[in-house]
């Protein structure tokens, strides 16, 4: 009886040792942290360039100067929104918090110049910025100006698309 005892014991103490070993510990993979202020985004005609931490505190009349173009009242709101949830999205320090932000900042930094693709077919970055940042990504496709806006545009409308309807399939099912 006693010996018995010890043998479950044994084959307890075993079972729990197996099982205490398929659980490994693996390193945490964490994107490199992006300043703000070295990412770079075109605007204006001229091929003049913006920080993403200037423009979160530019004013709306010293972004019209910068690109040579007056906001409408609907573009006035939607710049004053973005900018708004571009502020809260950098921390202290001047680092982007958003683990999206940071994702496609680090890929652009990476990539050739930032730049993707052409001004036709298919264009990463403005998909990205759709389907990763929703209608924040498409404001920022509008308020980026160069030779690529249109094309753009028009992939990070339908990368926002795509996430809406991807959300719209989750919620249903």
């Known amino acids: 009886m006693h010996i018995m005892k010890k043998i479950t ?4 103490l075993m079972a729990m040792t ?3 070993s398929a659980f490994s510990v693996k390193p945490v993979h964490t994107e490199p942290k ?8 075109p605007v204006g005609k001229k091929g003049e360039a913006i920080s993403l931490y200037d423009l ?3 004013s709306k009349a010293d972004l019209e100067r910068m690109t040579g173009q007056k906001m409408s009242l609907p573009q006035r709101l939607a710049f004053k929104g973005a900018q ?4 809260k999205s950098i921390d202290e320090q001047g680092y982007i918090k958003s683990k999206k932000l940071q994702k496609y900042f680090s890929n652009a930094q990476q990539s050739k110049g930032g730049e993707f693709d052409g001004t036709t077919g298919f264009h990463l970055g403005g998909f990205a910025l759709g389907f990763l940042l929703g209608l924040i990504g498409v404001i920022i496709a509008y308020i980026i100006n160069d030779d690529k806006k249109s094309n753009r ?3 990070s409308w339908l990368g926002f698309a795509i996430w809406i309807g991807i959300l719209l399939i ?3 099912l």
């Open 56 to 58: 979160s505190v530019i």
């Open 34 to 41: 992006v300043k703000a202020s070295a990412v770079m985004i």
């Open 9 to 12: 014991f044994l084959v307890t």
């Open 84 to 87: 708004k949830k571009l502020k």
């Open 153 to 155: 545009v028009k992939w």
């Open 18 to 20: 197996f099982q205490l």
């Open 170 to 172: 989750a919620v249903v």
